[in-house]
């Protein structure tokens, strides 16, 4: 098996819808993500592609067109309520994004609303919950699983605990905002990227703070 992921990229309008949806994804990190899910997908067979963290389909948007290039399908999960961050009165709070109904955040239209404009809704499978629930009741295997969900050390390692061992073999492990540096960021994320290092996963490629990861050989 190759260490080298696809040279591939998504296609002109793919990668406009992507830079026109809200969300934090920078373009170069967004390619690397679209690269590995297309091989991480050819590698398996065809296996399903997963993402923790939905937020409005910005990086769903790749996931998706990457599922469509490969005959798979992207998987995205959330519960839309926004991270920690994300809550009123923090960094990362968009207004826009809350419900007056109910007074909380709810990202789900606007990611079904972004998804749609793209053309890839029937690509994409929702999936509205807590990460671990939907973990635990998870069974199938997947090609690779995308970590971008709640940043906090209890987030983001049940993220780690609760997918990494759906993985299929040849599968692909992605982690964003993993910053070694703590003046660059939160650590959480990299600290679970130090722990798959750990647990038996090596480096396949870097881009910004997306880390791409595979089983190593036994
Ligand atoms: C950083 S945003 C995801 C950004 C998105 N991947 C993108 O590139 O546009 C994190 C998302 O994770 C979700 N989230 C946080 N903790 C979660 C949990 N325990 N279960 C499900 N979703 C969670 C939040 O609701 C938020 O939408």
Known sequence: MSDRLENTRPRPEVLAAFDGATGFMPVDEGLALYAAAVTAAHRTGGLPVLEIGTYCGRSAILLAAAAREAGTVALTVDHHRGSEEQQPGWEYHDPTLVDPEVGRMDTLPR????????????????????????????????????????????????????WAPHLAPEGLLVVHDVFPDPSDGGQAPYRVYLRALDEGFEEVSVTGSLRVLRRRAA
């Open 111 to 162: 990611f079904r609303r972004t998804l749609h404009a793209a053309g890839l809704e029937e690509h994409v499978v929702a999936l509205v919950g807590r990460s671990p629930q939907i973990a635990a009741l998870w069974g199938g295997r997947l090609a690779l699983v995308f970590i971008d969900g709640g940043h906090t050390d209890e987030h983001a390692t049940a993220d780690y605990e609760g």
